[in-house]
Structures are given as structure tokens and as C-alpha cells.
């Protein structure tokens, strides 16, 4: 089944887990599945018209999924999904 | 035409001398360069002291700190020596200690919108060494705008980001993150902590990427965002490409000179700690100690995180983490007077924006956090 890392600043919403395994023949499904069950998730990635916020990068492989069908690409068992943060620190 | 190498040099840089890829015309590129560190803490330290080493001929150095004890754990460039100095001064001396065959430029001032140009204009290289989202779209905008490499590094916690922005060569920063966060979403290092070590790794890695672009050599991290996890010990990478309606580095783009950057994040253009719920919704530690010792009924609520309690305490207080309030407010009474804390005062005016946006009216921020009461009260806790 598809993997999907969940980067540091996120995992308090998912009981600390690094990696989830998610399933759905497409994106949107995948993260319909994996907010069911950590419902908390939901606000910090999608905005009220269900679409990603601007702020949320989500990869399918090496690839950004705006630059594939969005939401609506179609996923395999053994693709890994990453969530890339905006992390800002370093000088303090 | 390139500088020459005194005999000094040459036996300085011997070891890059004798590297095809380097050799003495690479040495003398890297004498001609100059770049601009921005910030000289976690990321800037181990970039500008490998820049220096590497004998990059001019480097400049933008901070408006002072050296801080807490600073000591990563930003590997100040030492016990210079606690107490001007961040800059304490650099400009360790560096010139490594090699004083270079030029070191120090702005002892916030990189600003007023500034960033005038400081940028005259370097080659621009390095992201910043803390904050404000100054990291401002970098951004600034490389795009000049047309100069921005050499990104991020960090949090176990987790490090580095990618080279060169607008004219691939994406910027605003292509991968058009915009910030909500204030308040992403935790600072000042907050969530950083392992010491990781910001030497990504910093590592930003110094490499620099004196590459500045050599001509391999292959630049232009369009490819690199991953770093510490605990797993993995490196992976993405692609990143320009977004054709990027509003800065797009053909027709929106933003032609520098904003408000602090406006756009909604946050200040620093990483400090010390919160502040605003006017009415802080009660000082002082305040708050003699209300209790007046024999007061306040109820206490801790927001940090479990493990924060093992540093220091403060008695008859429930421990909360802000992550979970929202799913406790129903064990919480709003007739009740309360007060909130955490550290130093960030995490809890979050809380108490929660509980007011709930209903909660009776309820107050300890300002400076459980520092400021270790400060001012308790002087047997310890401040962290």
C-alpha cells in the first residue's frame, strides 16, 4: 500500500508517527482516508473548498503533485507520498 | 581578471591546489567571491567558517544579536569567550583567526526591507541563514530581484531542508512556498528545539553548495529540494520547478519591489520567545505569585509538553499540552479565573487566543512563561 511520510511538525497530530500507509486509488482519496482517521490532520492541510492550502507541499515520489493531475492522480501500491513543510529555523 | 596567491596561500590551500576540479584558477575564483551570510547563528556559523577556511575572499555577515549562553549548544562559530558580544564581532574575530587573508564585512543590524538591497547589491552569493519566515521571503525576494543565488538551508528539530534558489537558472522559494504558514502553525527552534548538530549538517551542505556555484563544479542544488532526517538517517530529494505564476520570479510577476514582510507572515521578523497575549491578557509573574500567596483561587495551566515538566514546575498546575487544549476545553470551566503558561510565554498566548475564541474570558497569560516566574519568584527553578 502507498506510504506517506509525515514530516516533524505534524506528527503530534498522528500519534508521533513518522510513516502511514493510507489507501485509495487517487490522492484525494489517500488523505480522505488517512484525515478519517486522524481528523486533527484535516484543518492544517485543507482549506473549506477541500482543496491542499497554499502553504502545503505534497509529493508523490520525487514529484510535486500540482505537477501531476493534483488531487486527482491516481496512486500505486508502491508509491510514497511525502508532506513537505515550511520549516524556518536556523540562525537562533 | 582573477587575483593571484602568495606563497602563503598556496601553502594554505594546498589541499585544494592539488584537486583537479579546484586548482590554482579555482583558488583564485574563490578569492575573487564574496558572499552574504545572513544570520550567524545555527546555520550561519558552520557556513561562514567554512567559507573562511576555503578562502573565499570576501564574506559578509548580517545579525543584530548578541551571544547568547543558550546559543553555545550549536552556533559553533562563538564560543564562552564572546558571550555577552555582538554576534558579528565575536564571528569576524573566530573567522579572521582561521584565516586573515580574507575580507570580513559585518552589518550589525535586522536584515529589513529598508536595508536589503543596499547590503545585498555588491555580493555574488547570498546564503539563508535565518530564523523566520519574514526574513526568509525577504532573502527570497531580494536573490530574485538582484538576480543572485540564494543558497536555502531550514531546520527543526531532527529535520533539515537546502535547495540553491537562482531564479534565473530554476524555481525561487515562493515557486515551492507561495505562501507562509498561519502564524502559530509551525513551531521556532526558540519552541520546539533543535538538535545541536543538525544545523552544522545543512549548513555543511549550504557552504558546499556556495563554493560549488562559485567554482562552476557538479551539480548545484537548482531545482531539487534536499531532505534530511537525523533520526532516520536519510537524505532524500524532490523536484522543484518554477511556478509560471510565481508572483516574484514569474515573467509578469506581481511583486516588483521589497514589502511588508512582517505584514505578509503575520509574525515578527525575529524568532524571539517571549510572548505576549496583548494588553489586559498578561499578568506578570510577580502579579500572579502575589494574587496566589493573597490566598486567590487560580487554576494553573501548564501547555508545555510533557517532558518540559522534568526541568522545572510549578505547583497545583495542570499540564495541558497546546497541541491537545482544543480537545479539553470541556474539563475546563469558564467561571473559573485561570492563567496560562508554557516556557517563555509564545505557546500559551496561543492558548489563551484558543480559549477566548471558546468563550473563556477569566483567563490570563503569565508573560515571560515559567521563565520569567524562575526569574522573578523561584529563583530555585532553573531558566531554559
Not at chain 2, 103 to 108: F, M, S
Not at chain 2, 224 to 239: G, Q
Not at chain 2, 375 to 380: F, I, M, Q
Request: aromatic share 6%; glycine share 10%.
Amino acid at each position: 500500500m502507498p506510504v506517506l511520510r509525515i514530516p516533524t511538525p505534524l506528527r503530534t497530530y498522528t500519534q508521533g508517527q513518522s510513516e502511514v500507509t493510507v489507501q485509495g486509488g487517487t490522492v484525494a482519496e489517500a488523505m480522505d482516508e488517512l484525515t478519517a482517521r486522524f481528523p486533527s490532520l484535516r484543518a492544517h492541510l485543507f482549506n473549506g473548498d477541500n482543496q491542499l492550502r497554499p502553504f502545503v507541499n505534497l509529493f508523490l515520489n520525487d514529484e510535486n503533485i500540482k505537477e501531476l493531475q493534483g488531487l486527482e492522480t491516481s496512486l500505486k501500491e508502491s508509491d510514497r507520498l511525502m508532506l513537505i513543510p515550511s520549516i524556518a529555523g536556523g540562525r537562533v | 581578471m582573477l587575483p593571484n596567491l602568495s606563497h602563503s596561500e598556496i601553502l594554505r590551500y594546498s589541499r585544494h591546489l592539488l584537486i583537479p576540479e579546484v586548482g590554482l584558477e579555482g583558488q583564485r575564483k574563490l578569492k575573487a567571491a564574496s558572499v552574504l551570510v545572513i544570520g550567524t547563528g545555527g546555520l550561519g556559523s558552520p557556513v561562514a567558517l567554512y567559507l573562511a577556511a576555503a578562502g573565499v575572499g570576501c564574506i559578509g555577515l548580517v545579525d543584530y544579536d548578541i551571544v547568547d549562553f543558550s546559543n553555545l549548544q550549536r552556533q559553533v562559530i562563538h564560543g564562552t569567550s564572546t558571550l555577552g558580544k555582538l554576534k558579528v564581532e565575536s564571528a569576524r574575530q573566530r573567522i579572521l583567526d582561521i584565516n586573515p587573508d580574507i575580507q570580513v564585512e559585518v552589518y550589525n543590524e535586522a536584515f529589513t526591507s529598508e536595508n536589503a538591497m543596499r547590503i545585498a547589491e555588491g555580493y555574488d552569493i547570498i546564503i539563508d541563514g535565518t530564523d523566520n519566515f519574514p526574513t526568509r521571503y525577504l532573502v527570497n525576494d531580494v536573490s530574485v530581484m538582484l538576480g543572485k543565488a540564494n543558497v536555502y538551508g531550514s531546520i527543526f528539530r531532527f529535520d533539515g531542508q537546502a535547495s540553491v534558489f537562482d531564479a534565473k537558472r530554476g524555481p525561487c522559494y515562493r515557486c515551492l512556498f507561495p505562501e507562509p504558514p498561519p502564524p502559530g502553525l509551525v513551531p521556532s527552534c526558540a519552541e520546539g528545539g533543535v538538535l545541536g548538530v543538525l544545523p552544522g549538517t545543512i549548513g555543511t551542505i549550504q557552504a558546499t553548495e556556495a563554493l560549488k556555484l562559485i567554482l562552476g563544479i557538479g551539480e548545484p542544488l537548482i531545482g531539487r529540494l534536499l531532505l534530511y532526517n537525523a533520526l532516520d538517517m536519510t537524505f532524500e530529494y524532490v523536484k522543484l520547478r518554477k511556478n509560471p505564476k510565481c508572483k516574484v520570479c514569474s515573467p509578469n510577476p506581481e511583486i516588483t519591489e521589497l514589502i511588508d514582510y512582517e505584514a505578509f507572515c503575520g509574525v515578527p521578523g525575529h524568532d524571539h520567545d517571549e510572548g505576549s497575549a496583548g494588553a489586559g491578557w498578561d499578568i506578570s509573574a510577580t502579579d500572579l505569585a502575589s494574587r496566589l500567596e493573597g490566598g486567590e483561587h487560580v487554576r494553573l495551566v501548564d501547555v508545555r509538553e510533557p517532558h518540559e515538566l522534568e526541568i522545572s514546575r510549578l505547583q497545583g498546575a495542570d499540564l495541558i499540552p497546546l497541541g491537545q487544549l482544543a480537545a479539553h476545553l470541556s474539563e475546563l470551566d469558564t467561571a473559573e479565573e485561570m492563567v496560562v503558561f508554557c516556557k517563555s510565554g509564545s505557546r500559551s498566548a496561543r492558548a489563551l487566543e484558543l480559549l477566548v475564541s471558546a468563550g473563556f474570558r477569566k483567563v490570563k497569560n503569565l508573560k515571560g512563561g515559567i521563565n520569567a516566574w524562575a526569574r522573578e519568584v523561584d529563583t530555585s527553578l532553573p531558566v531554559y
